[in-house]
């Protein structure tokens, strides 16, 4: 079993920054892979970032390249989602994941967390 937590979220103005944290709990938290997904109000769980578990490895969808990054820390067992130059477009609950396969939490990560609200106004 793998626990996640997420931590960071709350209200920003437009061009404003926030980074998110996931703390994660587990036997093999550096075996996992690692990513973000959201959900903003009247739309679906859409991914947002991806990392390996070596940190090697980034993917993002398209909409937040240049903006976002995602890290991690595995000492720490935590990933964390630093979001820059933030508009109102991503207003929404944002969810840590974790998945065995890089390539299947893309898709549909086995662990989720319980989501944090991110707030943009204009």
């Known amino acids: 079993q793998v626990q996640l937590v997420e931590s960071g979220g709350g209200l920003v103005q437009a061009g404003g920054s926030l980074r998110l944290s996931c703390a994660a709990s587990g036997r093999s938290f550096r075996n996992y892979a690692m990513g973000w997904f959201r959900q903003a109000p009247g739309k679906e769980r859409e991914f947002v970032a991806a990392?390996?578990?070596?940190?090697?490895?980034?993917y993002y969808v398209d909409s937040v390249k240049g903006r976002f990054t995602i890290s991690r820390d595995n000492a720490k067992n935590t990933v964390y989602l630093q979001m820059n130059s933030l508009t109102p477009e991503n207003t929404a609950v944002y969810y840590c994941?974790?998945?065995?396969?890089?390539?299947?939490?893309?898709?549909?990560?086995?662990?989720w967390g319980q989501g944090t609200q991110i707030t943009v106004s204009s």
């Open positions: 990392i390996h578990w070596s940190g090697g490895s980034t």
């Open positions: 994941a974790a998945d065995g396969s890089y390539n299947t939490l893309v898709r549909a990560p086995v662990y």
